[in-house]
């Protein structure tokens, strides 16, 4: 296989220059040293509260082949010295996608961006090689080195592209120059930075700003926006709109859907082309995810029937809907972690999804739900409102935590009602108190409200006592 970057490619890429041995060449791209692998290029960021530029003799030791580094920062070579290294990974980003002959696709949008990602990857790399960003590297700097990151070889690659303030994505489009961009939906999400959804759709419209040339846009017909999100489109000059969704008049149409605990058995007409096929995660938005990620894969030039099948094997990112069967001596109990993140249509779905797992007799759905951040003005209105889901979703029993959620807790029955915290570090007892066999415990928000101890701690109950040391 051919190295990923060469020290030659380096310095004509970022105009570095060079110091000690330049007969080097890079396997990988790292910034950060406790995952530098032996043959990385390690690039010394300098970010809000750490400076790459001190864990350069750590990024050696773990077998780093060269850096890049600002100039008089580190004695330590080879490394390539510029005046920027944002810049300068930004600029291998650049030369990564310039050399490459990939077909490549972005993905943006209010909900659902890693999960369509992660199912692009798998979807396309059933047809041949392809490279997707890691996790949520969708920011100014995980995007740059997702690209940076891509083996020559690679037939298609997947990046996704997020924003909390306007004029984020269009830097970053233009660097991945997408074949087909995706906007999965536009929610009110992130309304701390923006004044209205409509706000929010025009920030998204940003991926068509990089949108090569005969590009394809792929946009959620049952959205709202649909149609501010075709004009934009079309002004960035794409040559076709391909939309998804539930209504006729989408072009990736779902027919029919079965839902099971596990999976989902989906009928759909793929933009002309009828297909049956099966995706191994339970939820009504995963169907919606799913035909995104099909109009895609057609528009792309990959195989429907071989994207189909790795739809149905799929697994959910860590934290966004992950099942977990934890053991008791009296039988068990299901958690369902949506800790990652979390915003009113997130909270929505995973809601609904609670209330589409079957329970046995006498066993309850419960809800544990943590703050949804950067809502804004109108954040007490939105916690109060998942109310209404709740009870449609048939949720017995729920938990609250955090300052927002308190708008909540007032907002439902006392019966209904589990019990309410000011954080989630102090519902932990409650909860493990109440779960009982046969229940099924969804655990969900924002990143920041810190859900996801709770999930720990309810898998935990199912793992053996320690065993005391004699004499103790």
């Known amino acids: 296989m051919t190295a990923l970057w060469q020290c030659a490619e380096v310095l004509t890429a970022t105009g570095g220059a060079s110091k000690g041995d330049r007969d080097w060449a890079a396997a990988g791209v790292s910034i950060d040293s406790r995952t530098t692998r032996a043959g990385d290029l390690f ?8 400076d790459g530029h001190r864990f350069t003799a750590d990024a050696f030791a773990r077998g780093a082949v060269a850096a890049i580094v600002e100039p008089g920062r580190t004695d330590l070579a080879p490394q390539v010295a510029v005046p920027d290294t944002l810049a ?3 600029s291998l980003g650049r030369e990564s996608r310039r050399r490459s002959s990939a077909r490549v696709v972005a993905v943006t949008g209010s909900v659902g961006k890693t999960s369509t990602k992660e199912a692009l990857a798998a979807a396309l790399g059933r047809h ?11 920011n100014h700097w995980g995007v740059p ?5 891509m083996p020559r070889e690679s037939a298609f690659a997947a990046f996704e592209i997020g924003m909390n303030h306007a004029g984020e994505i269009t830097p970053l489009s233009r660097l991945v120059r997408p074949h087909v961009a995706i906007v999965t939906t536009v929610e009110a999400v992130h309304l701390e930075f923006f004044s209205s959804a409509r706000e929010i759709a025009l920030a998204k419209a940003e991926i068509f700003a990089g949108l090569e040339s005969g590009g394809i846009a792929v946009l959620n017909r049952d959205n709202m926006y649909f149609d501010l999100l075709s004009e934009r489109a079309n002004a960035c000059g794409a040559a076709r709109i391909v939309s998804f969704g539930e209504t006729e008049r989408a072009d990736a149409r779902l027919i029919k859907a079965v839902f099971h605990p596990d999976c989902t058995c989906i009928s759909a007409d793929i933009d002309g082309q009828p297909m049956t096929y099966k995706v191994g995660i339970p939820g009504r938005h995963w169907v919606r995810n799913s035909l995104a990620v099909l109009a895609a894969v057609k528009a792309l030039g990959g195989d429907l029937g071989l994207a189909g099948l790795a739809l149905g094997v799929l697994s959910p990112p860590t934290g966004r809907g992950n099942r977990h069967t934890v053991n008791l001596p009296a039988g068990s109990f299901t958690v369902i972690d949506e800790s990652y993140n979390a915003n009113p249509a997130s909270m929505q779905a995973a809601i609904a999804t609670l209330g589409e797992s079957p329970i046995v007799r006498g066993a309850r759905r419960i809800a544990v739900l943590g703050d949804m951040l950067e809502m804004g003005d109108d954040a007490a209105t939105f916690h109060r409102d998942l109310a209404k889901p709740i009870a449609a979703a048939k949720v017995d029993l729920v938990f609250c935590a955090g ?5 909540l807790a007032q907002a439902l029955p006392q019966a209904r009602l589990g019990g309410y915290t000011g954080n989630a570090a102090e519902l932990i007892a409650q909860v493990a108190q109440a779960v009982r066999p046969g229940d099924v415990v969804m655990i969900k928000g924002s990143y920041g409200s810190r859900m996801g101890p709770i999930v720990e701690a309810l898998r935990m109950l199912g793992q053996p006592a320690p065993r005391r040391a004699n004499g103790g």
């Open 43 to 50: 690039v010394a960021i300098r970010g809000p509260n750490h």
């Open 88 to 90: 300068a990974l930004a």
């Open 128 to 138: 041949k090689p392809t490279h997707s960003s890691i996790g949520s590297f969708n």
């Open 145 to 149: 080195l997702s690209l940076a990151r």
């Open 403 to 407: 300052t927002n959620m308190r708008a």
